[in-house]
């Protein structure tokens, strides 16, 4: 694959970022992410895989000391979401700096977070799941997918490749196929592909519609990255609070005031556990008052509503 185009050169000249944006889909930086906010984030992340047992104490890295992996959480690991150690890196203010910088106004975190620890894998895999965030929030949402390392991360380790070029494009995901909703790869083509080698202060940021994956982990070590949302403060949020009342023709929240939002057939409607839009029949069984809930909102409707991830 080729390297990323590296942009930080355009820090500052918001028409030159923009046009990488639109002729790329993405933006990548090398070492602008404070790295005292990484080192604390990173640190909570050891804590975590030393007290399930597959790091060892004192050692300060993220080695795999080779305890039994059958029932480690790749997806999501629960006491990282207790620890919500990302509130803290966000809030941090030269983290909030530099995203007002390259925005060109402050941003607007949304709570849709990935905090993974990748561990070895023994099959060999060219992709892990190739995807487009947007397609499982109904392109609802403007927002930008970024995506730290949180260590050194080498080719052995794998990391997160992106396709250049095809944000602009329909997107690619096969709808008749939950809840993965495969997307056909003989649409990206090889020439497309960018990747690059990452260090902890490191940072890529990528359009809702850029197709993406995680590269398998061949190495020692687990390959720790958060990945979170990002939008404009000025761009068009979505409601997000606790539900008040909840069923197949509307949702009530509370944020910033009591709304309402009425509910059709069209409205994308998932869980944490399945990008499968649920039919709206059954949110009742997945949402309940006193749930939060993230709701995207179109002509006075909800387009889209899903759990935050934490």
Request: with cysteine.
């Amino acid at each position: 694959m080729r390297e990323f185009a590296v942009s930080n050169d355009l820090i500052g000249d918001g028409a030159a970022l923009d046009a990488v944006w639109e002729r790329d889909g993405y933006w990548f930086f090398r070492d602008v992410i404070d790295r005292e906010a990484v080192e604390r984030l990173r640190a909570v992340y050891i804590e975590v895989l030393v007290d399930l047992g597959f790091v060892d104490p004192g050692s300060g890295t993220a080695v795999w000391n080779g305890a039994n992996m059958e029932n480690f959480p790749v997806f999501r690991i629960p006491e990282l979401i207790r620890r919500a150690g990302w509130r803290d890196f966000i809030g941090a203010a030269p983290v909030a700096g530099f995203f007002s910088r390259i925005l060109g106004e402050p941003g607007f975190w949304l709570p849709m977070i990935e905090q993974r620890a990748q561990p070895r894998q023994e099959e060999i895999v060219p992709f892990l799941f190739v995807h487009q965030d947007g397609f499982f929030y109904n392109g609802a949402i403007p927002c930008r997918t970024c995506w730290f390392p949180l260590d050194a991360v080498d080719a052995t380790m794998g990391g997160l490749a992106v396709a250049a070029g095809l944000h602009r494009r329909p997107f690619l995901h096969d709808a008749s196929k939950p809840p993965a909703y495969d997307l056909d790869l003989a649409k990206i083509p090889d020439d497309a592909w960018r990747y690059s080698e990452m260090a902890a202060g490191d940072v890529i940021v990528f359009d809702e519609r850029t197709p993406h994956t995680g590269l398998p982990n061949y190495s020692d070590r687990f390959r720790l990255s958060l990945d979170m949302r990002v939008m404009r403060y000025s761009d068009s949020r979505p409601a997000i609070g606790p539900i008040l009342a909840v069923s197949p023709d509307s949702i009530t929240i509370e944020a910033g005031g009591i709304v309402t939002f009425p509910i059709d057939d069209a409205t994308y409607i998932r869980t944490n556990e399945s990008g499968l839009m649920l039919n709206r029949a059954e949110i009742e069984r997945h949402y309940a008052v006193g749930d939060e809930a993230i709701v995207a909102v179109r002509d006075g409707r909800a387009t889209f509503i899903r759990p935050p991830s934490r």
